[in-house]
């Protein structure tokens, strides 16, 4: 059963720090991993998708890689603001075709 | 990207009511539809996954009898939160994949329905 962890489970950082969340999976055996970003008591927000093949995904300040043999992904987010502010999740895409989500990182970023 | 609307955004009902909320893929159509449930604090949890003109697939200790699900088109699942008691409070969320194209392709989230049961 795949299951999902997400390292640390909150983080608080001043403005400007540059930073990296991780993402840790038990059966390699994945499709793709995504990673998401939640604010307070609203939905999804996708902001990267790597699919297995790849070793990383970048979008403006915000890089995902993945080691998929280790089991391991991490995003990095550069110069952190305090809109970088949410819950970050990230989920993987196994051979039930289904999308198993991880712990969360509570980020806050203090300006 | 694909865009999927998810209503009511908020709702509170009496306990013992049922509830229904619809999941709608709008601009492409879903042959598999998912809903999550994520308690305070916690991660999203898979409750069921659903195709299109067939019956849901409920994961381990979700009730399908009280957790109503149905596909009915490629656009729209709805889940029917049916007696509802106060522990059913949640926040439920619903996704999307497209029809075609490769099982590992992208899922598509909707913006969740506050559930509140008094």
């Known amino acids: 059963k795949q299951e999902v962890t997400q390292i640390p489970a909150a983080l608080s950082v001043p403005e400007g720090e540059n930073l990296v969340l991780n993402c840790s999976f038990t059966?390699?055996?994945?499709?793709?991993l995504q990673w998401f970003r939640q604010d307070p008591g609203k939905g999804l927000t996708s902001l990267l998708l790597i699919q297995s093949s790849q070793r990383e995904q970048t979008s403006g300040r915000l890089n995902a890689s993945l080691d998929k043999s280790s089991g391991r992904s991490t995003l990095y987010i550069a110069a952190s603001q305090p809109g970088d502010s949410a819950t970050y999740l990230c989920a993987v895409l196994g051979g039930t075709y289904k999308y198993i989500f991880g712990t969360g990182t509570r980020l806050k970023v203090l300006a | 990207g694909a865009v999927v609307s998810q209503h009511p955004s908020r709702v509170i009902c009496k306990s013992g009511t049922s509830v229904k909320i619809e999941c709608r893929s709008l601009?492409?159509?879903?042959?598999?539809m998912f809903w999550y449930r994520q308690f305070p604090k916690q991660s999203l949890m898979l409750m069921a996954t659903?195709?299109?003109?067939?019956?849901?697939?409920?994961e381990q200790g979700v009730e399908k009898d009280k957790f109503l699900i149905n596909h009915a088109s490629l656009t729209l699942s709805t889940l029917t939160v049916t007696s509802a008691h106060p522990e059913d409070s949640s926040f439920y969320i619903c996704?999307?994949?497209?029809?075609?194209?490769?099982?590992?392709?992208?899922?598509?989230f909707g913006q969740g329905t506050r559930l509140t049961v008094v």
């Open positions: 059966d390699s055996a994945i499709y793709n």
């Open positions: 996704s999307a994949r497209a029809a075609g194209g490769f099982m590992n392709t992208e899922a598509f």
């Open positions: 659903s195709n299109e003109g067939s019956k849901a697939t409920y």
């Open positions: 601009d492409f159509q879903a042959t598999t």
